[in-house]
């Protein structure tokens, strides 16, 4: 009798294990459940944008057009690739905008944007600010105008402000300090790089007759910075034009062009240029070109421009 009730004693007790089990199965699925509206409980949210004015956004925004693809790369790396419904006619990362409607380039289509009934437009400010961004929000559709990012720090920002008005802060923050750890490791890396060391580069961004090359207050400025490499025009403002004669005068030790898009086979064009024949880069050969996007978008993929410099510059320590 006293095996009959032992054995009665553990079935109900392996009854209510197997319950208890259910039902906090249950209460972690309701948990669950509820994680996208806790994204949604941040709403609505008021930001200053980047042309500042103050927007307010009432609701996660489930449709998204990009009109810039600095601002595409952004949403996807926070995970909102599923939401954006529109992107800029140079759009071309990651590979699925292709297959994403356009929605023009410098000017953007306006009935195109508004036939997509967007919850949210992520503009730029150096956008058409003045007219189609204009135009939208007269059509009472939310514009958020993200800041014209010239650094990394103000790259952080951009990156944290489209954070905020998606619901996707958390996510933000994991991308900045990812990119902070990966700028720390490049500059532990160069610290072995002596005065005595340092290269003379020239960036290249459009050969002649017209050359440009960054100066100060620009990205690739502060990436050559940070590889502890000499920009020859780094005394600059901007986007600047250089003559040959200052590049010959100059004479860098590397020459890096980001006009491979555009121009065919970039290195062979520059390494055959008669007039910077005794230009250290030409004579040893220390002619590279990188993708321009990943040194001219100010968005996550910037960390990779900084290591693709250093690669091109310093190979035996990034290589």
Same mark, same amino acid.
């Given at each position: 009798?006293?095996?009959?009730?032992?054995?009665?004693?553990?079935?109900?007790?392996?009854?209510?294990?197997?319950?208890?089990?259910?039902?906090?199965?249950?209460?972690?699925?309701?948990?669950?459940?509820?994680?996208?509206?806790?994204?949604?409980?941040?709403?609505?949210?008021?930001?200053?944008?980047?042309?500042?004015?103050?927007?307010?956004?009432?609701?996660?925004?489930?449709?998204?057009?990009?009109?810039?693809?600095?601002?595409?790369?952004?949403?996807?790396?926070?995970?909102?690739?599923?939401?954006?419904?529109?992107?800029?006619?140079?759009?071309?990362?990651?590979?699925?905008?292709?297959?994403?409607?356009?929605? %023009?380039?410098?000017? +953007?289509?306006? $009935?195109? =944007? &508004?036939?997509?009934? #967007? @919850?949210?437009?992520?503009?730029?400010?150096?956008?058409?600010?003045?007219?189609?961004?204009?135009?939208?929000?007269?059509?009472?559709?939310?514009?958020?105008?993200?800041?014209?990012?010239?650094?990394?720090?103000?790259?952080?920002?951009?990156?944290?402000?489209?954070?905020?008005?998606?619901?996707?802060?958390?996510?933000?923050?994991?991308?900045?300090?990812?990119?902070?750890?990966?700028?720390?490791?490049?500059?532990?890396?160069?610290?072995?790089?002596?005065?005595?060391?340092?290269?003379?580069?020239?960036?290249?961004?459009?050969?002649?007759?017209?050359?440009?090359?960054?100066?100060?207050?620009?990205?690739?400025?502060?990436?050559?910075?940070?590889?502890?490499?000499?920009?020859?025009?780094?005394?600059?403002? %901007?986007?600047?034009? +250089?003559?040959? $004669?200052? =590049? &010959?005068?100059?004479? #860098? @030790?590397?020459?890096?062009?980001?006009?491979?898009?555009?121009?065919?086979?970039?290195?062979?064009?520059?390494?055959?240029?008669?007039?910077?024949?005794?230009?250290?880069?030409?004579?040893?050969?220390?002619?590279?070109?990188?993708?321009?996007?990943?040194?001219?978008?100010?968005?996550?993929?910037?960390?990779?421009?900084?290591?693709?410099?250093?690669?091109?510059?310093?190979?035996?320590?990034?290589?």
């Amino acid at each position: 009798m006293k095996k009959v009730v032992s054995l009665l004693f553990v079935l109900l007790l392996s009854v209510g294990v197997m319950v208890g089990c259910s039902n906090s199965t249950k209460e972690d699925s309701a948990s669950n459940s509820k994680e996208p509206k806790q994204a949604a409980s941040q709403f609505p949210v008021t930001i200053t944008d980047g042309s500042g004015e103050k927007v307010t956004i009432k609701e996660e925004p489930k449709k998204i057009v990009s009109v810039i693809p600095s601002n595409t790369e952004i949403a996807f790396a926070l995970g909102l690739g599923d939401q954006i419904v529109g992107v800029s006619d140079y759009d071309t990362y990651p590979e699925e905008t292709k297959d994403i409607e356009k929605i %023009g380039g410098l000017e +953007m289509n306006i $009935e195109k =944007v &508004v036939s997509l009934k #967007p @919850d949210l437009v992520l503009a730029h400010s150096s956008n058409n600010v003045e007219g189609g961004v204009k135009q939208l929000k007269e059509m009472g559709i939310t514009v958020l105008v993200v800041n014209d990012a010239q650094n990394f720090k103000q790259v952080y920002h951009s990156i944290e402000m489209i954070g905020t008005a998606t619901g996707k802060t958390e996510a933000a923050t994991v991308i900045v300090e990812d990119m902070q750890t990966k700028l720390k490791d490049v500059k532990e890396k160069v610290k072995v790089v002596t005065a005595d060391e340092r290269k003379k580069v020239l960036i290249e961004v459009s050969p002649p007759p017209e050359i440009y090359s960054p100066g100060k207050n620009t990205f690739m400025d502060e990436m050559l910075q940070i590889i502890q490499a000499d920009n020859i025009a780094g005394q600059l403002e %901007g986007w600047a034009k +250089m003559d040959e $004669e200052a =590049v &010959v005068t100059a004479n #860098p @030790d590397v020459i890096v062009t980001t006009h491979g898009y555009r121009t065919k086979d970039p290195i062979s064009e520059v390494l055959k240029r008669n007039a910077w024949g005794d230009i250290t880069a030409i004579k040893n050969k220390q002619v590279y070109n990188i993708n321009s996007d990943l040194v001219d978008h100010p968005g996550p993929r910037l960390v990779e421009g900084v290591e693709e410099l250093g690669k091109a510059i310093y190979p035996e320590i990034f290589n």
